[in-house]
């Protein structure tokens, strides 16, 4: 597996990712437009994953400009769920986090139900620090909570050491 900053030639792949079945409830979903605007932004990185020429995965990280050393993971998705590339992938990603963006801390927000990727998370290194009550509207209007977890540079070190 290959892992690369994504260019805007990426975005029609990292919106079929998106749109894969069962994943827009768990990770959302951009527009075109969206997606464009957020590359352009400098505190906004994303990254591919690919396999040969195709993109398996990918991941988007906010605040990486953050004075305090805190990179948001706003959104990471496989292909192939099953197969362990989001598992390596995220892995690869912490590492860009706490190498090349000089991160501190890494936090994301999984969906309470989304039990897949918490243990995933989990198994990782993310530690769970709360619930975040009432934090996403759903598109009929209600609300869901979130589970906040965070990974922390010496954690993450002392896991690859």
């Known amino acids: ?33 969206v997606h464009a605007a957020a590359l352009k932004n400098p505190s906004t990185r994303y990254f591919v994953a690919r396999e040969g020429n195709e993109i398996v995965a990918f991941a988007i990280l906010q605040g990486a400009a ?8 706003r959104r990471i998705v496989s292909r192939n769920p099953e197969r362990g590339i989001g598992s390596k992938f995220l892995s690869s990603v912490l590492d860009i986090c ?24 989990a198994k990782t290194g993310f530690a769970e620090e709360g619930i975040l009550r009432d934090f996403h509207r759903n ?23």
């Open 66 to 73: 953050s004075p305090n050393g805190c990179v948001h993971l």
């Open 139 to 161: 598109t009929d209007g209600s609300f869901r909570s979130m589970r906040l977890m965070s990974i922390l540079k010496p954690e993450w070190a002392s896991r690859s050491a």
């Open 1 to 33: 597996m290959d892992v690369s900053a994504a260019t805007e030639a990426d975005i029609p792949v990292i919106m079929a990712l998106e749109r894969l079945d069962g994943y827009e409830p768990l990770v959302g979903r951009w527009e075109a437009d």
């Open 98 to 121: 706490f190498g090349e963006l000089a991160a501190h801390r890494v936090e994301l927000i999984v969906h309470l139900n989304n039990e897949r990727a918490r243990k995933v998370y």
